[in-house]
């Protein structure tokens, strides 16, 4: 059985940093696209970060500009998301997804914008900025 698991999330002050992690289990992530996604209460979902682990292709959000890294250790099949300078507004439950087979840097960002050709979502982790 394949699966996503996110840990990391939690209470941090504005200006804080918080490392998620995003585990795949029974597939490993070499093939694939995962991508960060946050859903704020009474907000759309928001593609926040994906990374391409075929081709290292990324897209990020205009809103985490600077302030987010992502990074994918295929070893351990998991992908990171390094959040720095967290703000209030970064509060959200966040979730990761896989997609396979994405051959250009196009469908990343279909992927991580429009939520396409996603397989495979984790519980999410919730993550609280105060201020």
């Known amino acids: 059985e394949v699966h996503l698991v996110e840990s990391g999330g939690g209470l941090v002050q504005a200006g804080g940093s918080l490392r998620l992690s995003c585990a795949a289990s029974?597939?490993?992530?070499?093939?694939?696209?995962i991508g960060w996604f946050r859903q704020a209460p009474g907000k759309e979902r928001e593609g926040v970060f994906c990374?391409?682990?075929?081709?290292?292709?990324?897209y990020y959000a205009d809103s985490v500009k600077g302030r987010f890294t992502i990074s994918s250790d295929n070893a351990k099949k998991t992908v990171y998301l390094q959040m720095n300078n967290l703000k209030p507004e970064d509060t959200a439950v966040y979730s990761c997804?896989?997609?396979?087979?994405?051959?250009?840097?196009?469908?990343?960002?279909?992927?991580?914008?429009?939520?396409?050709?996603?397989?495979?979502w984790g519980q999410g982790t919730l993550v609280t900025v105060s201020s």
């Open positions: 997804a896989a997609a396979g087979g994405l051959s250009t840097l196009a469908r990343l960002v279909e992927a991580c914008t429009q939520f396409r050709y996603l397989e495979l």
């Open positions: 029974g597939f490993t992530v070499d093939n694939y696209a």
């Open positions: 990374i391409s682990n075929i081709d290292g292709g990324r």
